[in-house]
């Protein structure tokens, strides 16, 4: 009966595993997302109180879920590739996962440049830096929920993806709006071009976030039967 | 055992180690090819199957090809199973995916043109015409499963991981059934012209069963298809996924099933029973080729996609080499038995009467 027993336990194992790696990819996304949200929250903190010891606060816990989900991705891209799972699939879910963690990465360093470089931000551009990230956020949360498509519900990408996109656009707008009115000023050229740097730093999430969906777009075909 | 007896053996069991290295690769190709399933677990899992089809269910289609021509000697059978084996060797070596089906059929009409014994021509016709209804049967069998399939899996949305688990454990499983189908339905173009010649002696098994001589004869014939997996199959399988067309684990497996539904449709005397009592037409039991049966499932799934990256020109190729196969093998056996009664002294038939 034992026998029998650890036969089926055995039998099962790849199940198992399979489901152990899908929390862990799940895991991940988790932690991009909330990363996400920090992100949002850690500049609106900063526009309002400058490098405060919330704002701090912030920042060191997206560079804890940073370093959290460096090691899901190393640990899923191990399993994937030493018990030879999804094959077909795996050099793709290595680039999308690589991909997505960058744009961790961009938040990570976006926040450290503001605790170390502590920009000036004079209130008229509050807004427009609030909306931007906003839109960055957006373009980042819909990225994710493709890639959960990607996995769960390949059908479903195409319904994220648009957002992506349109993400994108509007944090481009947002962004050259926020980059003519800096230059608009009479402040010094450094400070305009510290400003500049800025809008750029988030920005660059929402290109990101739209390279990842490029990407993305052709994973999904391949992985079509 | 007369070592005489084991020496023309061995030309059958040439034709059943190039069944095992061509033919099964067809089985798990696909799957080994996709790399979801490595080669070691494939090769052992075909080997163990092959062996079991081919001694519990192999007999359907051995009366069939004894039908098309009886070979009454064992030098006519040596000769016979020689030059098929030559046959998809050569075949083989040109890169077209044949089966030994093809070319033991072109080699026992090469005998009975030889010996001058009629070839039954109702046989001929419905072995010929399977020829056709296989690889067409298995295209529309996979087209149909194809569809079932990926509206399964688009309905019941399995996280990519899970898929990819099924998905294997699928293909190690269509593979078993497609290798116990090989071994019942082509077991058949290895042994089936030894039959009339047997060399071997009904005997009890501790009050189990009788294990026939042609059960002992398909036994040798199957270790001999394993030893082809296992020594020569890969490098096979791993051109045969993807070569028509690229395909997915989940098509492979399509293909996989297809190709063994097909099989055994054509080898199963249960399933002829059943039509039988059902009133409905019977499927005859005919040695059908596993490669007419993947290329036509390939074909299917293809065709089902809108017909977009088949490569016509190869399949072309292949069509030829079908045609060319039995005609090959016929010639090879007719020229060989010549040499075989004529210089070697050997007796190739055994005239009626």
Redesign the interface.
Known sequence: MAAKESMLGRGLL??RR??A??SE?DAFLDKLSESGLLFKRAVQIYLEEGASAEFDQKLQAVNRLESEADKLRRSVITQLYTQ??????RGD?LGLLENLDSLLGLYEGALWSFSIEQPEISAEFHGDYATLCDQVVHAAEAIVLASRA????I?AVGDHMHKVMFYEKEADKVSTKLKRAIFATDLPLYRKAHLRNFVEHIDNVADRAEDVADRLAIYTIK??? | MDVAVLFFLSSGLFLGWSLGANDAANVFGTAVG???V?FATAAAICSVFVILGAVISGSGAAQTLGKLGAINALGGSFMAAGSAALAVFAMTKAGLPVSTTQAIVGAIIGWNLFTGTSTDAATLITILSTWLICPVLAAGIAAAL?RLT?RI??SA?P????Q??YT??ALLLAGAFGAYSLGANNIANVMGVFVPVSPFTEFEIAGIGTFSSVQQLFLLGAVAIAVGVITYSKRVMLTVGGRLLPM????AWVVVVAHSIVLFVFSSRGLESLLESAGLPTIPLVPVSSSQAVVGAVLGIGLLKGGRGIRWRLLGGIGLGWMATPVIAGVLCFVGLFFLQNVFNQVVYQPAG
């Open positions: 790849p199940f399979t489901k790696l899908e990819i030879t799972l999804i094959p077909e699939s879910v990607f996995f769960r519900n059908e992985r079509s039967f | 996709t790399r979801m490595r194809f990926t899996i688009r949305k996280h990519l991981l899970r990819d688990a294997r454990a997915s684990p989940v098509a």
